[in-house]
């Protein structure tokens, strides 16, 4: 990236001069993109040198190392410029109706009749060719759509079953669709041949193309009527069906894209069962072959939401640059963009910078073990391609499928040493599926963290009195092994620090391992609250903020990095963190000392010349 930030005192520094190389590869408005960082605050005792540094780490690294396309970017500065412009777009009108209806048993909403009949006669003119306003129906809507009202006719409490509208509507366009719908949205639609008014045999003699489809239609059947289906089912479907092959114009070479819509939203609407995660969370880690093992002490897996960020600022890619000073490994993985979010993500924010960020897991593993750095990230694109090729398909079925839950709990890179997973969580009840996965990967600690934007940053602004019911915001669970916290509790130094709510679990592995919950309170700590700073969608902002922090400037945005790196530690029982102010403190020092900025700053070289 043609950039540099110059964290000299007083410098106002443009993202827009690292190299006097001509650009290639990027457009105007990212070369005039503006970082501008505050004046050194004086804590960086070697500020000069850390400057020389930083100029002579960023001007090695190229435009043409960072892999941006001009086709694909436009104004790389706004998240959701990354979506690519080779994805077709969904039709709005469909897409509206499925955030209504494609959901759980008690959040659905059924349709109005007007938006009933007005969907409906949409999806009906565009399989008939005849649509002129907005964009074509796909197959992937098609199948989300009409599953989630089957589910909710065979399955649901009555609530949330077809309203009268819709009743209305399906008795008018039912005929009309039967005879224009391919088969396979017929079968999702009516899978018996008795939901409509007009029995149809189509749905009852469905079997599918091929014998990858024919085992697709046998558990979508079970999905269809709200049911569940088994671990060795769900792994073998999946494995039929993925890397998902679309061509340019949308369709697809493999499996209905239609049928597979439809099994992704149906398990995320019939609520998963724990055998069901897991089968989503385990089926392809031998995709590329045995996962390197770096020879670290200790590693940290995040598990960001991979949709993004699209009002909060996002800190985990700097609070690893913090921890990886104190020899805590960090492993960060998502995407470059995803819906239905499309918000900031790492993968945005190190491409932005100029990072390599198409590292494999064996590249990631030389930079996690180079003292120097300390913490890498990996796209879903390199370490997952079968899943990565999802993403279109995503954003058709408009809500969340199981995988958006299960490719949070991953382990890209392993390690000698101990291993931990964090995650965020939103919706209340996937906490648990979220522990139960981690300790299904047999690491020594995990963490499940209820953040802003279900993301895993904790905040430190004060719970509003007008706060919804449910769990809170900063509220914390997780699990981890008693010998790590053993030395704290017995000579009862720290008790006090300790979560409210512990207690011993099962021994899982041969490790004992002690369960907590807590509501995080960072005033308790020594935190003044502050409003969380807003980045609206803006990856320059959100590097803006996570850079002035990690130069030493106080402020919000420094408080997050700090809270986050010490109460991690601090929860998921790392040495030297049983005190929680003496994590707090040496998080502080990382970054007051500059070496978290500095590491950042290698990260993007170094990153460029393992790749």
């Known amino acids: 990236m043609k950039a540099l930030l110059n964290p000299e005192p007083s410098a106002f520094t443009s993202i827009s001069s690292i190299s006097t190389a001509k650009p290639r590869n990027l457009t105007h408005s990212h070369t005039q993109a503006f970082l501008k960082l505050p004046a050194n605050n004086g804590h960086?005792?070697?500020?000069?040198?850390?400057?020389?540094?930083?100029r002579a780490t960023?001007?090695?690294?190229?435009?043409?190392?960072?892999?941006?396309?001009?086709?694909?970017?436009?104004?790389?500065?706004?998240?959701?410029?990354?979506?690519?412009?080779?994805?077709?777009?969904?039709?709005?009108?469909?897409?509206?109706?499925?955030?209504r209806v494609c959901t759980g048993p008690t959040q659905t909403r059924p349709l109005g009749e007007d938006q009933a009949f007005k969907v409906l006669d949409t999806i009906y003119r565009s399989v008939k060719g005849e649509l002129i306003d907005g964009e074509p129906v796909s197959k992937s809507q098609l199948g989300a759509f009409f599953a989630a009202m089957a589910i909710r006719a065979n399955a649901f409490p009555e609530g949330t079953q077809w309203s009268e509208g819709?009743?209305?509507?399906?008795?008018?366009?039912?005929?009309?669709?039967?005879?224009?719908?391919?088969?396979d949205v017929v079968f999702i639609a009516d899978p018996e041949g008795s939901l409509m008014g007009t029995g149809s045999s189509i749905g009852p003699q469905f079997v599918g193309n091929g014998t990858r489809e024919m085992r697709l239609v046998g558990v979508l059947r079970e999905v269809l009527a709200g049911g569940h289906l088994g671990f060795e089912e769900v792994q073998g479907v999946l494995r039929d069906v993925l890397p998902l092959k679309s061509m340019e114009d949308g369709t697809s070479t493999g499996v209905s894209?239609?049928?597979?819509?439809?099994?992704?939203?149906?398990?995320?609407m019939n609520r998963e069962t724990d055998r069901e995660l897991k089968a989503y969370c385990l089926a392809f880690d031998d995709e590329l072959g045995a996962t390197p093992i770096a020879d670290v002490k200790s590693l940290t897996h995040y598990g960001e939401p991979y949709d993004g960020n699209t009002r909060f600022f996002r800190s985990t890619l700097f609070v690893a640059a913090v921890r990886s000073c104190y020899a805590e490994s960090s492993l960060l993985h998502g995407v470059e963009w995803m819906p239905p979010k499309g918000g900031v993500t790492e993968e945005q924010m190190l491409k932005f910078m100029g990072a390599n960020t198409s590292l494999t897991p064996l590249q990631a593993k030389i930079l996690l073990e180079d003292d120097e750095i300390g913490f890498a990230y990996i796209s879903q694109r390199e370490a997952r391609p079968s899943l990565y090729s999802l993403v279109k398909l995503r954003e058709h079925i408009k809500k969340r499928p199981p995988l958006a839950t299960t490719e949070k709990v991953q382990q890209f890179v392993k390690a000698r040493g101990k291993e931990a997973i964090v995650t965020g969580f939103y919706h209340e009840g996937y906490e648990e599926p979220l522990l139960m996965l981690m300790?299904?990967?047999?690491?020594?600690?995990?963490?499940?963290?209820?953040g802003e934007e279900g993301a895993l940053s904790m905040t430190t602004r004060l719970r509003s009195v007008n706060s919804s019911k449910g769990i809170p915001v900063n509220y914390c669970s997780g699990f981890r092994s008693l010998s790590m916290a053993s030395a704290c509790e017995v000579d009862g130094s720290c008790i006090k620090f300790l979560p409210s709510k512990l207690k011993p679990e099962s021994w899982f592995a041969g490790v004992s391992r002690e369960s907590f919950s807590l509501e995080v309170n960072a005033r308790d700590y020594g935190?003044?609250?502050?409003?969380?700073?807003?980045?609206?969608?803006s990856v320059s902002k959100n590097i803006e903020l996570g850079l002035t922090a990690l130069r030493g400037n106080k402020g919000p945005a420094y408080d997050r990095i700090v809270l986050n790196a010490g109460m991690v530690d601090h929860l998921l029982g790392c040495d030297g963190a049983e005190d929680i102010y003496v994590?707090?403190?040496?998080?502080?020092?990382?970054i007051d000392s500059g070496k978290a900025l500095k590491r950042l700053l290698d990260y993007i070289k170094i990153s460029n010349e393992v790749g």
């Open 44 to 54: 960086l005792s070697n500020g000069r040198r850390l400057a020389l540094t930083t």
């Open 58 to 99: 960023l001007d090695s690294v190229r435009i043409d190392q960072s892999g941006i396309s001009e086709t694909d970017i436009r104004n790389p500065t706004v998240s959701s410029s990354y979506r690519s412009s080779n994805l077709p777009k969904p039709n709005q009108t469909v897409l509206d109706a499925q955030a």
């Open 166 to 183: 819709e009743s209305r509507a399906m008795n008018q366009f039912w005929p009309l669709l039967v005879r224009a719908l391919p088969a």
């Open 257 to 268: 894209e239609a049928l597979l819509s439809a099994l992704l939203i149906g398990q995320r």
């Open 439 to 450: 300790k299904r990967r047999g690491v020594n600690s995990g963490l499940v963290v209820k």
């Open 527 to 537: 935190f003044e609250p502050t409003d969380t700073p807003r980045t609206d969608r």
């Open 583 to 590: 994590a707090l403190d040496r998080a502080k020092e990382a």
